[in-house]
């Protein structure tokens, strides 16, 4: 418990430094987008839909051709532009918001151009259709 709670107070922290009271952002390029605008991009070619919650919670359920990547191991996985491409936008999400807002403000630092979804996965029940991996749906 006590390592979720600083896990937790550090992605207010983050959520903090990148997004100023009343939904101004302080850093460029950092935006919100609901899940609606994920629902209407997730199959541009020129975006990426990132998932950034843990492997096991993506394999419960995700959003179809959302890349998992860990906010924990992003570092890493930036410097690999096969697992998150440069090139296209990230919308990048989780379950409650956290998690992608500390993860957009990463990535906009280290150059990706990103907007995170700043609401719950439920939401993304409303508008689209949810994936599971074969595996998850067997042990569930």
């Known amino acids: 418990l006590l390592a979720h709670g600083v896990a937790q107070r550090l992605q207010r922290q983050w959520i903090d430094q990148a997004v100023a009271p009343g939904g ?3 850093m460029p390029g950092l935006v919100r987008a609901p899940f609606a605008q994920v629902a209407e991009r997730k199959d ?20 179809p051709g959302s890349i998992q990547a ?8 930036a410097r ?13 999400h989780c379950q409650s918001g956290g998690r992608s807002a500390a993860a957009a403000a990463f990535l906009a630092r280290e150059g990706f151009e990103v907007a995170f979804v700043n609401g719950p996965f439920e939401a ?5 259709e949810i994936a599971r991996n074969e595996s998850a749906t067997a042990a569930a």
Do not use: C, M, N, Q
């Open 80 to 92: 690999d532009e096969e697992r998150i491409p440069r090139d296209r936008k990230l919308l990048v």
């Open 124 to 128: 993304w029940h409303e508008v689209g």
């Open 24 to 26: 101004g952002h302080r």
């Open 44 to 63: 541009d070619p020129a975006t990426v839909v990132l998932d950034v919650r843990f492997a096991a919670e993506h394999d419960s359920a995700h959003i």
């Open 70 to 77: 860990s906010y924990t191991r992003l570092p890493s996985y």
